[in-house]
């Protein structure tokens, strides 16, 4: 049970990051904008003239189908969709590093280590992670707020 409350704590984090980049892809028309202009995997993308307009009608449902694919622990594809993408500076995600080595060995080995050597995972340790996502997470929504506060975004949902 310990084992999988440890790897949930990494899927909540996962889901946050999830969760945050496509309110704002949904709700900023300037975070679609700096997803498609500064992100390599599109702006570096070719596109004939002819499918310019599919292309722009979809461009969110694109740039959403990417996001769903996307490995949400993989540092280096997420963190460029904070910093470029809503222009925000996150904590590291360093302090995650040991935390997703166990989470991998628990989830693809069966929680056995390269090695074959068992997992262990005690409670302190599950406290410890879901603090230090709990401390990542604030630190976030924080800089989201800050971003806000300076760029006066009109946070009112239409439907």
């Known amino acids: ?22 309110y704002w892809v949904d ?15 599109f702006r570096d993308k070719e596109m004939k003239l002819g499918e310019i307009f ?12 990417y996001l769903q694919n996307l490995v949400w622990h993989n540092w280096r594809s997420v963190s460029p ?3 470029l993408g809503l222009g925000i500076d996150i904590p590291s995600f360093k302090q995650f590093d040991e935390a997703l080595v166990k989470r991998h060995d628990i989830v693809h080995r069966s929680g ?3 090695v074959g050597w068992p997992i262990a995972v005690s409670i302190i340790e599950i406290n410890k992670l879901c603090e230090q996502v709990k401390i990542f ?23």
């Open 112 to 114: 056995l280590t390269k």
């Open 1 to 22: 049970m310990q084992k999988l409350a440890f790897v949930s704590v990494i899927t909540a984090l996962e889901t946050f990051l999830w969760e945050t980049i496509v």
């Open 137 to 159: 997470a604030a630190a976030v929504n924080k800089a989201l707020d800050e971003r806000i506060d300076a760029a006066n975004v009109d946070l009112t949902v239409s439907d």
């Open 54 to 65: 599919i292309r722009h009608t979809n461009l969110k449902g694109e740039i959403k189908g």
């Open 81 to 83: 969709l904070f910093k």
């Open 27 to 41: 709700h900023d028309e300037d975070v679609l904008r700096n997803i498609v202009t500064k992100i390599e995997v």
